[in-house]
């Protein structure tokens, strides 16, 4: 095994090396997921199987078990406070960054100063948004009083810039309040900014007066508006067009087509995805959970692994996939598996154990009403062409289903809620998972195995079009980006949609979020 391919490779070749006929002829006779599942977890060469060695010779997927690095966050901040002596902001404000991905949870205090001093050069950089942002965090963590009025007058600045006046009152009416406590302040610098924020709150005051109180403009929103289909969506694929409905015929399957003539370049699909992984290069540049570039990034408070791009999009992934997975991240990047893979997984640990539980009964019976986008029993009827599948084909996925099954168990999901403490290396010297969780790993370690078969067909590559930055004086008429691929995700409207090699659309992606348009009138 080589230090950078993954160890489930060898895991595969030990468990089919290790199989002979009879137990293979077993295998082969199973006719249902969670039976191919339960048998191969049974196996004396799976329960048996140590981990540890291969795990410690991959040498790429991130540090396990999942640790932070106080020293490291604290020579980055250093770094951060020399780059700002030279008055390069760009610089200071990515070394902050750096520093709070390395950050330990429980140093608030030491965090909230990295984040006060990142609003700084963000300040200087013009991203007063941005500022305002980092201020509020700094402060929700504990700021040191005796600091406060830093924030409190930086805030105050920036809302000046943004005209949100009313705020900018207030603003300085903390920064007055917030100078009682400025213990080691020079006097005569606390007098001079007591007496300039009295200024401006009497400019301020008498100008809301004299232009009769106005409301304050709304903060500028980060992120660009969401695609929206033109006229109505079809009432039963509401993440499409009416102007296309869906068919389908014994030979050719499901298929999509026109109910009107149709305008090239006219939007026909807008869908987020079902399920969506960002590729692991990506992981410290691109938002974990919808996938846009990060130059401001907030870091998961637990890991070092994985950085967002908003506190919504922080919350979000911390109550859902990334609550189970963040200490086990790094042994799903470090066995090699696909993004297709690591997809199966996360349709799991996105949802609570007791929605899978509360649908599995009738989960052979079609959804009758619209089709749902985050409805996983639409996801469970898409194509998986199980009856065309070699037996070797179900050995080789539930092989890594196995895998899987055992991150489930020591990430906390078979208990029902994420584990508060890092996995240790030693959970994994062997990938028996405990009698007690014997009905989940046959609903779950099957879940995940049908996910496999129905991604290889369905899952779909996230793009992101990248362009250089133009030369001087060279006028732009045809762009030189590339498309990068990013991530891989599964729209399940899209996946009725027809291949052809003459597409009649075109797709591109806003963050996760897919839009389709006509090619041609």
């Given at each position: 095994m080589s230090q950078d391919e993954g160890?489930?490779?060898?895991?595969?070749?030990?468990?089919?090396?290790?199989?002979?006929?009879?137990t293979r002829n077993n295998f082969a006779n199973l006719e249902s997921n969670a039976k191919r599942v339960s048998y191969l977890c049974s196996l004396p060469i799976v329960r048996n199987y140590n981990v540890i060695d291969d795990l410690?010779?991959?040498?790429?997927?991130?540090?396990?078990?999942?640790?932070?690095?106080?020293?490291?966050?604290?020579?980055?901040?250093?770094?951060?406070?020399?780059?700002?002596?030279?008055?390069?902001?760009?610089?200071?404000?990515?070394?902050?960054?750096?520093?709070?991905?390395?950050?330990?949870?429980?140093?608030?205090?030491?965090?909230?100063?990295?984040?006060?001093?990142?609003?700084?050069a963000l300040n200087h950089l013009e991203q007063y948004e941005d500022t305002l942002a980092d201020i509020k965090r700094c402060l929700s963590l504990g700021y040191p009083r005796h600091l406060r009025y830093k924030v409190y007058e930086r805030r105050a600045r920036c809302l000046l810039?943004?005209?949100?006046?009313?705020?900018?009152?207030?603003?300085?009416?903390?920064?007055?309040?917030?100078?009682?406590?400025?213990?080691?302040?020079?006097?005569?610098?606390?007098?001079?900014?007591?007496?300039?924020?009295?200024?401006?709150?009497?400019?301020?005051?008498?100008?809301?007066?004299?232009?009769?109180?106005?409301?304050?403009?709304?903060?500028?929103?980060?992120?660009p508006p969401k695609p929206k289909l033109p006229g109505k969506n079809n009432p039963q694929y509401p993440a499409a067009s009416e102007a296309i409905q869906i068919d389908y015929e014994e030979v050719r399957g499901r298929y999509a087509t026109a109910t009107k003539d149709i305008e090239a370049g006219e939007i026909l699909l807008v869908e987020k995805p079902h399920s969506g992984v960002l590729l692991a290069e990506y992981s410290s540049t691109h938002c974990q959970n919808c996938f846009i570039k990060c130059p401001i990034p907030l870091p998961c408070p637990k890991c070092p692994n994985v950085v967002f791009c908003s506190d919504k999009c922080l919350e979000t992934a911390q109550k859902s996939y990334h609550g189970f997975e963040c200490h086990i991240l790094p042994l799903i990047w470090k066995s090699g598996c696909s993004i297709t893979c690591h997809i199966a997984l996360r349709m799991i640990t996105q949802r609570k154990k007791e929605y899978f539980t509360s649908i599995i009964q009738d989960i052979d019976t079609k959804v009758s009403g619209p089709y749902k986008t985050d409805?996983?029993?639409?996801?469970?009827?898409?194509?998986?062409?199980?009856?065309?599948?070699?037996?070797?084909?179900?050995?080789?996925?539930?092989?890594?289903?196995?895998?899987?099954?055992?991150?489930?168990?020591?990430?906390?999901?078979?208990?029902?809620?994420?584990?508060?403490?890092?996995?240790?290396?030693?959970?994994?010297?062997?990938?028996?998972?405990?009698?007690?969780?014997?009905?989940?790993?046959?609903?779950?370690?099957?879940?995940?195995?049908?996910?496999?078969?129905?991604?290889?067909?369905?899952?779909?590559?996230?793009?992101?079009?990248?362009?250089?930055?133009?030369?001087?004086?060279?006028?732009?008429?045809?762009?030189?980006?590339?498309?990068?691929?990013?991530?891989?995700?599964?729209?399940?409207?899209?996946?009725?949609?027809?291949?052809?090699?003459?597409?009649?659309?075109?797709?591109?992606?806003?963050?996760?979020?897919?839009?389709?348009?006509?090619?041609?009138?």
């Open positions: 160890f489930f490779k060898k895991f595969h070749e030990t468990i089919n090396s290790s199989l002979d006929d009879v410690q010779k991959c040498q790429t997927g991130g540090e396990f078990p999942v640790k932070k690095d106080l020293e490291k966050a604290r020579q980055l901040k250093d770094e951060g406070n020399k780059a700002v002596q030279k008055g390069d902001w760009a610089k200071a404000m990515q070394l902050y960054s750096q520093s709070m991905v390395h950050m330990p949870e429980k140093e608030t205090e030491e965090l909230s100063i990295v984040l006060a001093n990142r609003s700084a810039v943004l005209k949100r006046n009313k705020e900018a009152v207030s603003a300085f009416q903390d920064t007055i309040s917030s100078l009682d406590e400025a213990t080691k302040l020079d006097k005569e610098k606390r007098q001079k900014m007591r007496t300039d924020s009295k200024l401006m709150l009497e400019i301020l005051n008498k100008g809301l007066v004299l232009a009769g109180n106005p409301k304050d403009p709304e903060p500028l929103k980060k992120t409805d996983y029993r639409n996801i469970y009827h898409l194509v998986a062409h199980e009856d065309k599948r070699s037996k070797l084909d179900f050995l080789h996925r539930t092989q890594m289903t196995a895998f899987f099954v055992k991150l489930l168990e020591v990430s906390g999901y078979f208990d029902g809620k994420p584990r508060t403490k890092p996995v240790e290396v030693d959970e994994l010297k062997t990938l028996a998972v405990d009698d007690k969780y014997k009905e989940d790993v046959a609903l779950f370690g099957g879940l995940i195995l049908k996910n496999l078969q129905i991604l290889k067909f369905n899952a779909h590559e996230v793009f992101e079009l990248q362009c250089p930055k133009p030369k001087v004086d060279k006028n732009i008429i045809k762009h030189e980006g590339k498309s990068t691929f990013l991530a891989g995700a599964v729209f399940p409207t899209l996946a009725l949609f027809n291949h052809s090699c003459d597409p009649g659309v075109v797709r591109y992606f806003c963050g996760n979020n897919i839009v389709t348009r006509g090619r041609q009138s």
